[in-house]
């Protein structure tokens, strides 16, 4: 049971090592310690019981605070994005290996940082606690892009994102205070804890209901980002460092959804109900609209930006049809889009540094001179425009399976984003890697042993999941139905 | 009542120490002999030891031994920050002593159980204040500060006494427990001069506390001062200010607060709004803390609007909201000291001086409210207490500010971060780095482990 807290709390201790201590080599030893909070993972993930039961958690009250403890633990929704989490920041950090930023000791520290941060967010059930790390996560995040970002002066982007996500936040705590005073204002040491809040928030009045849900929503819409929530992310996708432009689209814009799956359908089943139309409209507007904002760049980068508000949009979709098939298939295409897109912006990083520019004008039968990369590029690319035996299709196929169930008119909007994200990727695959040979691009090196370490695993977790998801299906399977089930009955809600 | 006495001593102490030779160590036998003024103090009371001392002159109930409490620590902290300051150029015993007559002050405002005293608590504080402001004298702009603060802090008081002229006149009291029995006996048959009164009092304690629309001495005096003065003014004076209003308004007249709550709603709104979006336009850090500090009032007194329900007031998210202000405000006001003497520019602090910046960051983002620092939970208390009146707007109003706070803080930090900066080193004793230390850790475990069981405690009787 402490292995979540040490998940927590270890790379919290390796932020400090790093920042306090001058160290030789940082990069290695943050390396180290993502590599051990790794196995220590996947240990908990061997002996993770399938079912719906919260596993390795662990009540601390918290000394003196009105009821707030520290509740963590690990059910099948969680696990599945912890694994995501300790799998992507080892990547993340082999990904900067050719780079030397200045200052390397507090950007692996940060990055660790950010790292207990989102498993605190994945891990706590305490509503109190997930806001703390669900803003603690924000402030190295801020940093990272603030520090090392390719902005000038003034950070007026990584500002613009972080006031952004703040507003969201706070008023997601407005919501959540709100439904502890509708309570009864218990003092004891689980004042705060999930299943009290599911309690509270299922007697609430349809009214209050519909409040809560507005300024939760606002929250999780804008961290994803759903459609008219969604000015921030390109720009800053664009300006962060790569790393952190992998941390925030593989990792960070997952608690969004991880929010609304546990925090908002169960909290205001009701409001989720009547509003979840309009939240299904939304996301099918941001796929659609992304998809083809997407088709029109010039450059590799921002449409990769714009393709993830696509691919979002249809996870948001599926998520609010609050069925089984429709979170499952959250879940599954949630670790698979994290591992995708940390590999697309790592294959444009790489571009970026041997060829000096994403832009579609300078690029072009890159095939000729790099075949492994192209290798590389096009498994990673077929993985998101989801074709079978790809990680990307099992998640797409089930969520566009439940929008279909739920509405056949949504399902087929959002098939769209199948079509149009196979012509984008498609598209920009041919103007970037076949062709002919642009002059200055005779010089393209093929990977370097420090590439493949990275991209070799991204690419052979996405066959592997496309071909055998039963291990990562069956961890949430069982949690998701029982969070399902657990809802009240609300047919008689649903409006034809 | 002997903590008043030991702080009264001390400032006397203080005063003559030029004559039996002191001054090199008046500092930190200062900050003893406040020491001492705490033991004085019970850790927390129980109804029955709270007597009215000095013939109901004053009382040292449980809030007003907290708010003691904070008041004094607070100016132990100040005065190791601020050692620098009193010891460069002359008059270093003068301004201690003035120093430790504000404490005086704050400590009767937090205290008094008669309006004469209040009006006494305010006039040693503001008195010392004037000077101290006014205390760098070779400066034109501290003089100006000093003068307007004067001119503006009678003008309040004269404010403040012609309400109490006319609550006195109604009901026929000065002492508060027979103010409150009167408006208790005779909720309805209460002279139209009773409620004037207490409108003019609230005018007169809204200039103090600075709340909108009676801000507008507060950025001008704040930057004018000198920096140290400015935190004084920032932390000590508004804690006090903050209790005497809440004696008031929280206890006394809170009865009749139906009559005169949409006032506080109005203020509440104008002091969240306005100085949260003029210190966006401010190009001096010193003058956005002010701004800030103002902005800080308009949180504070969403603690009070549970009014709306003729309750007492909890003073429990109030005085937590001011110690966590106190904390990141002497922190960030004494990085900026720092930064002043070597030049007067953050960018390229972090480059210059690791920690320093690191400070910095804590007590803007703790000011900003953003978890796990203390500011949040301060935040929380206070959202809290509007929520249980059920003031959602307010709530979302207050919300909404302090995401606009966090443009005006973060700039502080891009700056920080600006690598074309100057490259000097900032240079910090060994003293003031401890006490930035200090500051971290508080901002950081008020934040964590907010101990609001202790302070309950200390509160209840």
């Not at chain 1, 790489?350 to 095939?367: P, T, W, Y």
């Not at chain 2, 000095?54 to 920050?81: H, K, P, Q, Y």
């Not at chain 2, 000065?174 to 009167?182: A, K, M, R, V």
């Amino acid at each position: 049971m402490y292995i979540t807290v040490f998940l927590i709390l270890f790379p919290m201790f390796m932020f400090l090592l790093l920042v306090g201590m001058r160290h030789k080599n940082p990069k290695w030893l943050a390396l180290g310690g993502a590599v051990v909070e790794l196995a220590v993972s996947i240990y908990a993930w061997i002996n993770f019981i399938p079912g719906a039961e919260r596993q390795f958690s662990i009540v601390i009250p918290m000394p003196y605070s009105f009821g707030i403890s520290f509740n963590v633990g690990i059910d099948g929704i969680s696990l599945p994005l912890v694994l995501l989490t300790t799998v992507l920041v080892p990547l993340i950090i082999l990904s900067s290996s050719d780079k030397n930023f200045n200052r390397p000791s507090l950007f692996y520290g940060l990055v660790l940082l950010m790292q207990a941060a989102l498993i605190g967010v994945f891990t706590s059930f305490d509503v109190i606690l997930f806001y703390v790390f669900w803003e603690l996560a924000l402030i190295p995040i801020y940093l990272i892009c603030l520090i090392w970002g390719r902005e000038g002066k003034g950070g007026k982007i990584t500002i613009k994102f972080f006031i952004y996500t703040l507003v969201g936040s706070l008023l997601m705590l407005v919501g959540i205070l709100f439904v502890y005073m509708t309570g009864d204002r218990p003092l004891g040491p689980n004042a705060f804890s999930l299943n009290v809040f599911y309690e509270i928030g299922q007697r609430m009045q349809p009214g209050q209901q519909r409040f809560v849900f507005w300024m939760i929503f606002v929250a999780f819409a804008i961290k994803m980002p759903i459609f008219p929530f969604h000015t921030w992310q390109p720009d800053t996708y664009t300006k962060a460092p790569t790393q952190g432009t992998m941390l925030l689209s593989g990792i960070m814009l997952k608690m969004g959804i991880y929010g609304v799956i546990r925090w908002l359908i169960p909290v205001v089943p009701f409001a989720v109900v009547q509003f979840s139309n309009v939240a299904l409209i939304l996301s099918v507007i941001g796929i659609v609209y992304a998809s083809c904002i997407a088709l029109v760049q010039k450059n590799l980068k921002t449409l990769v930006a714009y393709s993830s508000i696509a691919h979002v949009g249809l996870i948001s979709a599926g998520v609010f049809t609050r069925s089984i098939i429709g979170i499952q298939g959250a879940m599954i295409q949630m670790f698979s889009h994290g591992l995708v897109v940390v590999g697309l912006f790592y294959l444009i990083d790489i571009i970026e540094q041997k060829a000096g520019s994403a832009e579609f004008k300078d690029l072009g039968g890159i095939r000729n001179v790099a075949p492994k990369f192209t290798t590389a590029f096009v498994v990673i690319m077929l993985g998101s425009v989801a074709l079978p035996l790809t990680s990307g299709f099992i998640g797409e196929f089930l969520l566009i399976n439940s929008l279909v169930q739920y509405q056949v008119w949504i399902g087929a909007i959002a098939g769209l984003t199948i079509i149009l994200g196979a012509v984008y990727m498609l598209v920009a695959f041919q103007k970037a890697m076949s062709g002919e040979l642009q002059p200055g691009l005779a010089s393209f090196t093929d990977l370097s042993i420090s590439e493949k370490v990275v991209l070799y695993p991204v690419v052979l977790l996405i066959i592997i999941i496309g071909v055998y998801p039963g291990p990562l299906m069956a961890v949430s399977e069982s949690s998701v139905s029982a969070l399902v089930n657990s809802l009240p009955d609300l047919t008689p809600f649903i409006r034809p | 009542m002997n903590t008043l006495f030991t702080i009264a001593g001390v400032g006397i102490l203080a005063l003559i120490a030029e004559i039996v030779n002191l001054k090199r160590w008046l500092t930190l036998v200062v900050i003893l002999g406040l020491a001492g003024a705490l033991a004085f103090l019970p850790w927390y009371t129980n109804h029955a030891e709270s007597a009215p001392a000095f013939n109901a002159m004053l009382m040292f109930d449980g809030s007003a031994v907290a708010f003691t409490w904070l008041i004094v620590i607070v100016t132990v902290f100040w005065l190791w920050m601020s050692a620098g300051y009193l010891r460069q150029g002359e008059h270093q015993t003068d301004k201690t002593s003035l120093v430790i007559f504000v404490v005086l002050g704050a400590v009767i405002m937090a205290s008094f159980n008669n309006m004469a005293m209040l009006f006494l608590g305010l006039e040693i504080l503001s008195l010392s204040l004037y000077a101290l402001a006014g205390s760098k004298k070779d400066s034109l702009s501290s003089i100006e500060s000093a003068f307007k603060y004067f001119l503006m802090g009678s003008f309040a008081t004269g404010f403040l006494i012609f309400g109490i002229a006319l609550v006195y006149g109604a009901s026929h009291s000065f002492n508060l427990g027979e103010i409150f029995n009167f408006v208790k006996d005779n909720p309805d048959a209460l002279p139209a001069y009773f409620y004037a009164g207490v409108v003019l009092m609230m005018v007169g304690l809204a200039f103090k506390i600075s709340s909108v629309p009676f801000h507008f001495w507060a950025p001008d005096v704040y930057e004018g001062a000198p920096t140290a003065i400015t935190s004084l003014m920032a932390t000590v004076v508004k804690i006090a200010a903050i209790a005497a209003f809440w004696r008031i308004f929280g206890i006394i007249f809170c009865l009749t607060a139906s009559h005169w709550v949409n006032i506080v709603y109005a203020m509440v709104v104008l002091t969240l709004v306005i100085p949260n979006i003029t210190a966006i336009y401010q190009q001096k850090v010193k003058r956005m803390l002010a701004y800030s500090s103002v902005a800080h009032v308009g949180y504070i007194l969403l603690g009070f609007v549970a009014l709306a329900n003729g309750n007492f007031v909890n003073p429990l998210p109030i005085i937590f909201y001011l110690a966590a202000y106190s904390v990141s405000s002497l922190a960030a006001f004494s990085v900026l000291i720092k930064v002043e003497e070597n030049g007067g520019s953050f960018s390229g602090l972090y480059y210059r001086n690791k920690w320093l910046a690191v400070t910095m960051i804590v007590a803007l983002m703790s000011m900003a409210g953003i978890p796990p620092m203390a500011g949040f939970t301060a935040k929380y208390l206070v959202f809290i207490a509007a929520l249980s009146a059920n003031l959602v707007p307010l709530v979302i109003l207050a919300v909404i500010t302090s995401a606009i706070s966090v443009y005006y803080y973060f700039r502080v930090i891009i700056q920080m971060f600006d690598k074309d900066g100057s490259v000097e080193p900032v240079n910090v004793s060994w003293s003031i780095a401890i006490l930035n230390f200090i500051f971290l850790v508080l901002m950081i475990v008020l934040g964590i482990f907010p101990a609001f069981d202790l302070l309950m405690r200390l509160i209840q009787s």
